[in-house]
């Protein structure tokens, strides 16, 4: 049985070996098979004389394994969005303690990426996150442009209560926190979302008080 070429193939395996291992010149190898100049460069300069696939490749993750869903990008202001992320101020809290509720202490104990935090040290993270944002939001909702106060959170993750306490202590504290922190922000006018600012000294700019709820 002879070759079945490629859907685009030209030329066979055997014209394809024979071009690899002449001396004469392009173009005299093109007019000898009744090809162009350019199949017969490509056939010099392959290492074999198989056909590469035109399947479907497999697919490549470009997922950080540091940012597991992705950096966050600026949303503009809408009705819709501003629903969407006030729910999840409010619920996080459950949501966080259904995702954890069935983790032994080995479990608990593991790194969520090589190198990274343990489960139960950004249970905890969250929670010194969160009380920071909720100081932002309200600085940012009762003073003119305030500087924000950063943290080292790399720091405050290796401390003695991150290690030492059970996370469910810091769910409890989530759950007091959000119901404060959302019914803080959930009548904050539109006006506001999109004038309030602060100023953030490590980036050095100015930042709306949307762009906080969009990063809580």
């Known amino acids: 049985m002879g070759q079945i070429l490629h859907g685009c193939a030209t030329t066979t395996e055997a014209v394809r070996r024979a071009i690899q291992n002449s001396q004469e010149s392009l173009r005299g190898l093109a007019k000898r098979y009744g090809i162009n100049q350019k199949a017969v460069a490509?056939?010099?300069?392959?290492?074999?004389?198989?056909?590469?696939?035109?399947?479907?490749?497999?697919?490549?993750?470009?997922?950080?394994?540091?940012?597991?869903?992705?950096?966050?990008?600026?949303?503009?202001?809408?009705?819709?969005?501003?629903?969407?992320?006030?729910?999840?101020?409010?619920?996080?809290?459950?949501?966080?303690?259904?995702?954890?509720?069935?983790?032994?202490?080995?479990?608990?104990?593991?790194?969520?990426?090589?190198?990274?935090?343990?489960?139960?040290?950004?249970?905890?993270?969250?929670?010194?996150?969160?009380?920071?944002?909720?100081?932002?939001?309200?600085?940012?909702?009762?003073?003119?442009?305030?500087?924000?106060?950063?943290?080292?959170?790399k720091q405050w993750a290796e401390m003695n209560d991150v290690h030492k306490l059970p996370i469910n202590i810091s769910l409890t504290l989530l759950h007091a926190l959000h119901t404060r922190w959302y019914e803080a922000i959930k009548l904050v006018s539109d006006n506001d979302w999109n004038n309030r600012t602060v100023f953030h000294p490590e980036q050095k700019k100015t930042i709306r008080l949307w762009y906080l709820l969009g990063t809580r």
């Open 42 to 153: 490509k056939w010099k300069q392959r290492e074999t004389v198989t056909d590469r696939s035109t399947g479907p490749k497999e697919a490549k993750s470009t997922v950080h394994p540091r940012y597991p869903i992705g950096k966050y990008e600026p949303q503009p202001f809408s009705i819709e969005q501003k629903i969407e992320w006030l729910a999840d101020i409010h619920f996080l809290p459950v949501q966080l303690e259904n995702a954890v509720l069935n983790l032994d202490e080995e479990q608990l104990e593991t790194p969520y990426r090589e190198g990274g935090w343990t489960v139960n040290q950004l249970v905890h993270h969250v929670a010194d996150s969160h009380m920071n944002a909720y100081c932002r939001f309200k600085v940012c909702l009762t003073e003119d442009n305030p500087v924000i106060k950063t943290y080292d959170e």
